[in-house]
């Protein structure tokens, strides 16, 4: 059914996180862009304060800094973020761990300026005595998390999707119940566009031009209805160091980056944050775990494996089902 001939669609666009975002918006014809714009911009920017590992002012940076042994205040985003971080390291074994952070400024993927040469194993080992989401504690009811010491937080594997959601919500609030947000390629969608069609993207992947469907017909874009997708790979971010090409993904069980022939992870959710978080833990777990874990739990999911010079497309039947032709 489409929408009402008083509606049209808006665009909106701005800088957040180091990257740039857009929103594109089915708003009554009277509508004030620029106000749903600021409004956007301030969700995402609430959420860059807390989270960001590059501001030192931020509560992220805050916590890590803090004294050993105590309990620190979170404001209510940061704490469900590091909830659910939790909750996904838990699920995944520790494939995914927030605490990972000494261990992503030492190789050069964080705010530290990286070095020609890669880390000594001391340097390495010195960095994981400081790594381990079971260190962290969390107080429900009052909302604080406690600071065991030596803990540094990274959660940009799990904050941009959140950044996604919170700009998705802030519309809702001012109004707006169809609208597809984007956050540097990862999206969250609501209801449908001016035409009442779903919303259509395009799968992010590292080279869709020799790509070769191993798992069904899988076209170059999926309908998102109430629906989000984050695509986490290691051709948008790596190094080329002395030992070859250095994802940023960090392997929390060897401190050392991920290698191996997993190319990009396609994750869909109903919130983007969820599927940002599985991203990277897939992308640490590998290929075969991977694909093994998500068939399980039915998570719709689509895997680009590295063979040969060419890429094999590996996804669920959940992912299948989403596939636009």
Known sequence: MSAAPSTRTGSLKGLTMGTSWTATVVVPSSSDLPTLQAVVQAALDRVDAQMSTYKPDSSLSRFNRAPAGTWQQLEPEFFTVLAHALSVARDSEGAYDPTVGPLVDLWGFGPVA???????????????????WQRLRLDTATRRALQ????????????????????????????????????????????????????????????????AASAGDIGASVLLEGMSIATSGDY??????????????????????????????????????QADAWGTAFSVMGVERSLAFARRRHMPMLIVERRGNGFVEHATPQFIALIQP
């Open 114 to 132: 990286p070095s020609s040469m890669p880390p000594s194993s001391s340097s390495i080992n010195a960095a994981r005595a400081r790594v381990g």
């Open 148 to 211: 065991p010491g030596g803990v540094a937080l990274d959660l940009s594997a799990v904050a941009k999707g959140f950044g996604v959601d919170e700009a998705g919500r802030a519309l809702e609030r001012a109004g707006i119940a169809s609208y597809l947000v984007e956050v540097g390629g990862e999206l969250r969608a609501r209801g449908r566009k001016v035409d009442g069609s779903p919303w259509r993207v395009g799968v992010e992947r590292p080279d869709a031009a020799t790509a």
């Open 236 to 273: 948008r971010r790596f190094r080329a160091g002395p030992e070859g090409r250095q994802s940023h993904h960090i392997d929390p069980a060897t401190g050392r980056p991920v290698r191996g022939d997993l190319a990009s992870v396609s994750m869909i959710a109903i919130d983007c944050m």
